[in-house]
C-alpha cells in the first residue's frame, strides 16, 4: 500500500477536499435519520401540530440534497485525482521498462505486462476512487452517529455494537495472510490466461497451417477454465464467513429491541429516545457494509501494487543518467563476462576492439552469442564483469539517451508500429523533412514498393507491421536507422529477409549510407561480410580469432568450416 500513498499523497489536496465533501454527504445522510427518528416519536406521542412537522421535512430533503450533491462532487474530485494517478503510475512503469536491462523486460510475456499495466491498473481504478474519500467517509460517519447515540443511552449503543464486532472478527479471519495469498494466485492465473489468448491469437497462423487448431484452443480454454474455476472455488471457501460477517455486522438492531423494550419496561429510558436509537441503528447498516467492501479492495490494491512494485523496484541500466560524453568512436571489450541468469557465462572473459569508421563482422555458429556482444555494445544489457569503451568512455558512465543517439540498431525481428509508413521511418529523425524519408527509402530499396502501395508513405502497416511482408518490413527498418543517421551502425541479421533482386541493392546502400561510421554486421551468410574489415569469429562466447576474409581462410579452421558450409548452402539452394 505504500505505493498508493505515493501517488495519492502527490494529489493529496483534491483527495482531501473529496474525503471532505464524502464526510459531509455521509454525515448529512445520518442527520435525516435524526429528523426521521423525531417525527416518528412526534407521531407516537399524538402531536398533531404541522408546524411541528415541517421543519423536519424540510430539513430531511435539505439533508438528501446536501448528501447527492456533496457525493458527486466528492466522487467526481476523487476520480479525475484517480485517473491521474494511475496515469502517472503507467507512465512511470512504460519510463521503468526503458530503463531496465532488456533481457529483464523479456523475461516478462506480453500477455503479463498487459494484464498489469492495462487489466490490474484498470481494477484500482474504481476500488481506489470510492476508497479513499467513502472509506474514510463511512468511518467517521458512523463514529459520530455513535457517539450522539450514546449520549441518548450509552449501555444501549454499547449493545448495539457486538453484532458489529462479531461480524468484522469474522470477516476479518477470512482477510488474513491467506486471503492476500489467494489474490496474489488469481493475478497469477490471470496473467496465465492473457498469455494463452494472446499466444493464441498471434499463433492463429501456425495453428491453421498445422492443423492444430483443437490442441491450441484446448490449451486457451483450459486456461479460461482454470480461471473462472479457481474463483469459484475460492468464493466458495469463503462465502459462508463472508454472508455471516455482512449478515451481522449492520445488525445492531438485534440487541437494540430486546434490550431496549427491557429498559423500557424498566423505565431507564424514554419511548422518544428508545425510538431514535432504534432508527438510528439502520442508518448505520449502509456505511457498515461499505467498509466491508472497502477491506476487500484494500486487499486486492495491496496485491495489485506489490506486482507493480516490483516492475519499478527492478534494477536499472547503470548509465541511466550518467554525464559522460564521447566524442570518438573506436569500441573496446575488455574482458567482458554476461549472463542472462547470472549463472551460465553467455560471454565469457571477451576482448576485442572495433575500429572507428570501419566495417566489422561477428560470426559464428548459431547461439554462439554474436547478437548478444551487438546488444551488450548497445546498452541493452549491463554486463557482469570487465568494461565496455566506446571512444574511451565507459558505456556505463553515458547516459542511456546519449549512448542511444550515437548508435542505429537493425536487428532481424524488426518491430513496426502500428502507424504510416512515414510516421515509421520519422521515428529515427522526428525533424526529417518528406524529402529526407524519400531519400533514405530510395538508398534503401523501399522507395518503389512503397509507391505501389494504396496509400504509397500514408499507408498504415498494421499491428507490428504485419500488413507488410517480413523483407518490407526489413527495408523500413533500415531507412529508419539510416535516418537517424548515428555514428554507429549496428545490423544484427538485417539483410536476412532480403530477397536476391534486392540484396545487391541494399548493400550498395549499406555501403554508401555508412560511409565515415563505425559499422557492425552480424551475419550466418557470410558472403555479405567478405568485404569487412576486419570479421571476428566468435564461439561459445569467447573470441576464437579475428582479421579480414583472407587473413582467416588461412588461420581459423572454424570460419574455413563455415565458409564451406555457406558455399554448400548456396549451392543447394
Request: hydrophobic residues 45%; glycine residues 8%; charged residues 20%.
Amino acid at each position: 500500500m505504500n505505493l498508493v500513498k505515493e501517488y495519492v499523497n502527490k494529489r493529496k489536496g483534491s483527495y482531501f477536499i473529496s474525503v471532505l465533501l464524502a464526510i459531509v454527504g455521509v454525515v448529512a445522510g445520518l442527520f435525516s435519520y435524526i429528523y426521521m427518528a423525531k417525527i416518528i416519536v412526534n407521531l407516537i406521542n399524538g402531536a398533531k401540530d404541522m408546524s411541528l412537522y415541517t421543519p423536519l421535512c424540510i430539513s430531511i430533503l435539505i439533508t438528501f440534497v446536501i448528501k447527492e450533491v456533496a457525493a458527486g462532487i466528492s466522487t467526481s474530485i476523487s476520480h479525475t485525482a484517480t485517473f491521474n494517478s494511475l496515469g502517472e503510475i503507467r507512465n512511470d512503469i512504460s519510463k521503468k521498462l526503458f530503463k531496465m536491462p532488456l533481457g529483464d523486460v523479456l523475461s516478462r510475456s506480453s500477455g503479463e505486462l498487459k494484464n498489469i499495466i492495462v487489466e490490474q491498473v484498470d481494477s484500482m481504478e474504481t476500488s481506489l476512487a470510492h476508497l479513499v474519500p467513502e472509506f474514510t467517509a463511512n468511518l467517521v460517519g458512523p463514529i459520530l452517529l455513535f457517539i450522539y447515540m450514546f449520549t441518548l443511552d450509552w449501555r444501549l449503543t454499547l449493545l448495539s455494537l457486538i453484532p458489529f464486532v462479531v461480524g468484522m472478527a469474522t470477516m476479518m479471519s477470512v482477510m488474513n495472510a491467506h486471503y492476500k495469498e489467494m489474490f496474489g494466485k488469481s493475478v497469477a492465473i490471470g496473467q496465465h490466461m492473457n498469455n494463452s489468448i494472446v499466444e493464441y491469437i498471434n499463433g492463429i497462423e501456425v495453428i491453421k497451417t498445422f492443423n492444430q487448431s483443437e490442441s491450441s484452443y484446448k490449451k486457451y480454454a483450459d486456461a479460461v477454465y482454470d480461471n473462472a474455476s479457481f474463483y469459484y472455488n475460492w468464493m466458495g471457501e469463503s462465502m459462508n464467513r463472508v454472508a455471516i460477517g455482512r449478515l451481522l455486522s449492520p445488525m445492531g438492531i438485534i440487541t437494540i429491541i430486546p434490550f431496549g423494550i427491557l429498559f423500557y419496561i424498566k423505565g431507564s429510558i424514554d419511548l422518544g429516545n428508545l425510538i431514535t436509537l432504534i432508527v438510528l441503528s439502520f442508518a448505520t447498516v449502509s456505511s457498515i457494509l461499505k467498509i466491508m467492501n472497502y477491506m476487500d479492495d484494500m486487499s486486492r490494491i495491496s496485491t495489485i501494487t506489490s506486482e507493480i512494485g516490483k516492475i519499478l523496484d527492478s534494477k536499472e541500466l547503470e548509465n541511466i543518467d550518467k554525464g559522460e560524453k564521447i566524442e570518438s568512436y573506436n569500441i573496446e571489450l575488455q574482458d567482458v563476462d554476461f549472463s542472462y541468469d547470472g549463472k551460465n557465462k553467455v560471454i565469457d572473459n571477451l576482448s576485442m576492439e572495433i575500429k572507428e569508421s570501419s566495417v566489422s563482422a561477428l560470426v559464428g555458429p548459431s547461439g554462439s552469442g554474436k547478437s548478444t556482444i551487438a546488444k551488450l555494445i548497445a546498452g541493452f544489457w549491463n554486463v557482469d564483469s570487465g568494461s565496455i569503451k566506446i571512444g574511451g568512455v565507459e558505456t556505463k558512465d553515458v547516459s542511456l539517451e546519449n549512448l542511444s543517439s550515437l548508435i542505429s540498431f537493425v536487428s532481424q525481428d524488426n518491430f513496426l508500429f502500428d502507424m504510416t509508413i512515414k510516421e515509421n521511418i520519422r521515428l529515427g529523425n522526428k525533424n526529417a523533412s518528406d524529402e529526407e524519408i524519400i531519400d533514405v527509402c530510395k538508398k534503401s530499396a523501399c522507395h518503389d514498393f512503397i509507391l505501389n502501395l494504396s496509400n504509397g508513405y500514408d499507408t498504415r502497416v498494421g499491428e507490428g507491421g504485419g500488413h507488410l511482408s517480413g523483407g518490407e518490413r526489413q527495408r523500413i527498418s533500415i531507412a529508419r536507422a539510416m535516418l537517424k543517421n548515428a555514428p554507429i551502425v549496428i545490423l544484427d541479421e538485417a539483410t536476412s529477409y532480403i530477397d536476391p533482386e534486392n540484396e545487391a541493392l541494399i548493400q550498395n546502400a549499406l555501403a554508401n549510407l555508412v560511409k565515415g561510421k563505425t559499422l557492425i554486421i552480424i551475419a550466418h551468410r557470410l558472403k555479405t561480410i567478405v568485404d569487412a574489415d576486419r570479421i571476428f569469429v566468435i564461439k561459445d562466447g569467447k573470441l576464437d580469432s579475428y582479421g579480414n576474409h583472407k587473413e582467416l581462410l588461412k588461420s581459423s579452421e572454424l570460419y574455413k568450416e563455415m565458409v564451406a558450409a555457406n558455399v554448400r548452402g548456396d549451392e543447394n539452394a
